[in-house]
């Protein structure tokens, strides 16, 4: 398979970038939402849009209503609301919690597919427990009662939980923390008895809750694949969540290289446009290099998983740990060659170095998959 | 017991009776930070002992002369007297752009009546100052600068915008630089000192990415200044037109004092603390944090070899623009590891239990520091010309 976009995914790429650039401008949506600090953290106009645009169902398969496509489709539209820093739960909702729902019954797919595809509900997924992401370890307990579960523990960094119809939870229904069976995951609805989120914003004005399930009763049909079967899915919602991130994480660094480029023609300094520097053109031409090289494996990454290869694992950690450095360099050379200026609220190169921040650490941050990078390499 | 062990221990039983425990703990926030000026108020009583115990002491500037509020300490005991104030964990008593900039290039080019009324301002903390130095079109070239000032005999009258003044909103008077002469560029510039509660001077904060504003807009609109204020006072520093050699001169300062060479957290490694906010740390950025440690503590080496040397003359003079480069490099890498560490929790902003996303702010405050006082491109241009004399640099 070449690893360029065939005629459709770049049809595809022609109009989410039409599409984000008009609606899901820093403008219209990350500003204006933020500046009346909604509480929900994006838009539910635009999710209705972006189910319009079929974008809210596109990893769904065609037989539950979706469009049947993949990883590099989901990848385009991410790279565009990278780009735009448009808030939204497409990363939560149409990739993560998607992800995990093609795995769950005809009566779980029947149940909250539906709501999602029509871009009537939104969906996250619980993993973190703690500060970093540690998803070896899950200590979250599912018991058995009755006919079902009762779910006591906590997670964090709940993208938008609080705004959540739903949250696929991964919890312990055998075994130890740490083991890597006894794992099973929940769609665990928004009005669960004993679940409570203390919602936080984030330094890139979206919400996170950290949720605490205590004692939340399941029914038995909110499990989502096999009980203790559960670790298969979620590496599943990993590897394209982190394949996913990665895609946004090229589009930040993007915007923030062009938003870059534009101020080094434009800016004058000692008589000449800072961009004449060479100092500042080796460094840039240098970010372009490696903004190429970040998108080209994060296209490999989601190629491997749209083919069920085994590969697909390591690569997405290494995708996911080169855009990091990508897009970091990225924000931090856009902050620094706009000078001052780059300091202010009012210009928006400070937003792409906010987001980059809370992007680096949602599943994983570089210095996590550089790690898996080694242990998978045998060293 | 020689001399300086001698001050060493006096100093110690000093500061054991009159900095306060409170004052020994790390600063938290700009609230700790005491500024002074004619609108300052203390946070609590201890900040207000410690500010006045060393004010009466001439601890607020240690190594002034006396007559100017100082303590007439000679070098080598103002460094003891920072590492006796280090080895306590003793706050600064005062913090201001007096003491790291306008202090130092008055005490060089100053004349005997500036010394005696502003430093001794400065040093009691009566006077804040903050600085007029860039313009929307000129940063980077400085000197390119145009707010006028037009000469009417007793007085100028002064007209054109600052930008990035920080504090500008909270300052009592400005040292700026101002175009006396449209026709020279590098000798047409007078550094002048006026009050920033006369009439045409107002300020506009501008919004960080931090979400403070601690900088402004600064706009001068016939503003008058007097061209003396009294015997041996005038109100420019060295010589009208040549300000430019006092502005270079405190640059120097400023640079010195941005790269943390002091001493003090931006020096400092970090790796032990971030195991134990953090816990068991993941191994490759276990492995960085090491690489940091090595980079902050050669770099505190050099801070006080740096300082040591400066002080008696055999520091390079272009040496601060290095040092500045270095440390704030250094200290932006700093805060990136500690938001590493922190995950996802070190990314809450409003949040009580980040004390409203101090880590976050703090962090992002620090990407200023390699673009305040000087980029660090513009550091290693310097660098370049008059250290390395390479061509055509
Ligand atoms: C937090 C903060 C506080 C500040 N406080 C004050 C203050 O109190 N008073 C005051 O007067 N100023 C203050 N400044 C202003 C500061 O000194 C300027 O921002 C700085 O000098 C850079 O100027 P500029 O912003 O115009 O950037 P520009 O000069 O426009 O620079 C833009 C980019 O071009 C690069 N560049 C420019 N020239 C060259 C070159 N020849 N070679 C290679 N690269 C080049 C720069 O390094 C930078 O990356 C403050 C700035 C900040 C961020």
């Known amino acids: 398979m070449p690893l360029y976009y065939d005629d459709d995914q770049a049809m595809l790429a022609e109009t989410a970038q039409q599409f984000m650039a008009e609606e899901g401008a820093i403008a219209k949506q990350l500003r204006h939402w933020r500046d009346r600090d909604c509480k929900d953290g994006f838009g539910h106009g635009l999710w209705k849009q972006f189910a319009e645009m079929g974008f809210t169902g596109m990893l769904v398969g065609e037989d539950d209503g979706g469009l049947g496509m993949g990883n590099v489709e989901a990848g385009i539209v991410l790279e565009n609301i990278g780009r735009n820093l448009t808030p939204s739960p497409f990363l939560s909702s149409s990739v993560l919690a998607a992800t995990a729902l093609k795995h769950g019954s005809d009566d779980v797919r029947g149940r909250w597919l539906p709501g999602l595809i029509e871009g009537e509900k939104v969906y996250t997924v619980a993993i973190d427990e703690g500060a970093k992401h540690r998803p070896e370890t899950i200590a979250c307990k599912a018991e058995k009662s009755g006919n079902g579960f009762r779910l006591s523990g906590k997670k964090d960094f709940v993208v938008y939980g609080a705004s959540s119809e739903m949250i696929v939870v991964a919890a312990r229904t055998s075994g130890d923390d740490s083991d890597s069976d006894g794992i099973t995951l929940f769609a665990v609805p928004q009005d669960a008895d004993g679940m409570s989120h203390d919602s936080v914003r984030l330094v890139d004005s979206s919400m996170a809750s950290h949720v605490t399930f205590d004692g939340v009763e399941l029914d038995g049909d909110a499990v989502i694949g096999e009980v203790d079967g559960g670790r298969d899915v979620l590496n599943a919602m990993l590897m394209a969540g982190r394949v996913g991130a990665a895609a946004e994480g090229v589009g930040v660094a993007q915007g923030a290289m062009d938003m870059t480029i534009d101020y080094l023609k434009q800016r004058k300094q000692f008589g000449k446009l800072i961009g004449e520097f060479q100092a500042l053109q080796h460094r840039a031409a240098h970010l372009y290099s490696e903004v190429e090289i970040a998108r080209a494996v994060t296209i490999k990454a989601a190629q491997l998983l749209d083919g069920g290869s085994e590969k697909a694992d390591f690569m997405a950690s290494v995708a996911k740990a080169k855009v990091a450095k990508a897009a970091g360099l990225a924000v931090k050379e856009g902050v620094q060659m706009h000078g001052g200026i780059g300091m202010t609220d009012e210009y928006d190169i400070g937003l792409y170095m906010k987001r980059d921040r809370a992007l680096q650490e949602f599943l994983g941050d570089q210095y996590y998959h550089a790690g898996r990078v080694a242990e998978m390499s045998g060293y | ?393």
């Open chain 2, 1 to 393: 017991m020689s001399d300086l062990e001698s001050f060493r221990a006096e100093t110690r039983q000093w500061l054991e009776a009159n900095c306060p425990p409170e004052m020994r703990k790390p600063v938290k926030d700009e609230s700790d930070v005491y500024w002074g000026g004619r609108n300052a108020t203390f946070k609590n009583d201890a900040q207000k002992a410690w500010f006045e115990a060393c004010r009466d002491k001439g601890y607020t500037v240690p190594e002034w002369p006396k007559e100017y509020g100082g303590a007439g300490l000679s070098p080598a005991e103002g460094k003891v007297l920072r590492q006796e104030m280090a080895r306590i964990g003793a706050r600064q008593p005062l913090s201001s752009f007096g003491i790291w900039m306008l202090g130092p290039a008055l005490l060089h080019f100053g004349t005997e009546g500036q010394k005696k009324r502003f430093l001794n301002e400065i040093a009691s903390g009566e006077i804040r100052w903050c600085q007029g130095y860039s313009e929307p079109g000129s940063g980077s070239d400085l000197v390119s600068m145009q707010t006028f000032g037009e000469d009417k005999g007793d007085h100028w009258v002064v007209n054109g915008q600052k930008i990035w003044t920080s504090y500008a909103d909270e300052a009592d008077w400005i040292f700026c630089l101002v175009r006396t002469d449209k026709q020279n560029k590098y000798q047409g510039i007078t550094f002048m000192l006026f009050d920033m509660a006369g009439s045409g001077v107002s300020t506009k904060p501008i919004k960080l990415i931090s979400g403070n504003s601690p900088f402004c807009e600064t706009f001068f609109d016939d503003v008058e200044v007097p061209k003396s204020y009294g015997e041996d006072c005038p109100a420019y520093v060295g010589e009208i037109n040549r300000g430019w050699d006092v502005a270079k001169y405190l640059l120097g300062h400023e640079r010195e004092m941005i790269s943390g060479a002091g001493g003090g957290d931006r020096t400092a490694a970090i790796g032990a603390a971030m195991k134990r906010n953090a816990g068991e740390l993941d191994p490759v950025l276990r492995a960085e944090l090491a690489q940091f440690d090595v980079d902050a503590l050669a770099y505190s080496a050099m801070g006080e070899k740096f300082l040591d040397e400066l002080k008696v003359g055999k520091a390079h003079p272009a040496q601060p623009n290095m040092m500045k480069y270095a440390g704030t490099e250094l200290n932006k890498r700093r805060h990136e590891l500690m938001m590493a560490a922190g995950g996802s929790r070190a990314l809450e902003w409003e949040s009580e239990e980040t004390g409203g996303g101090k880590g976050a702010r703090g962090w992002l405050r620090t990407k200023a520091n390699s673009i305040e006082g000087g980029t660090s491109e513009v550091m290693l241009n310097v660098i370049s010309k008059r250290i390395l004399d390479l061509p055509g640099a």
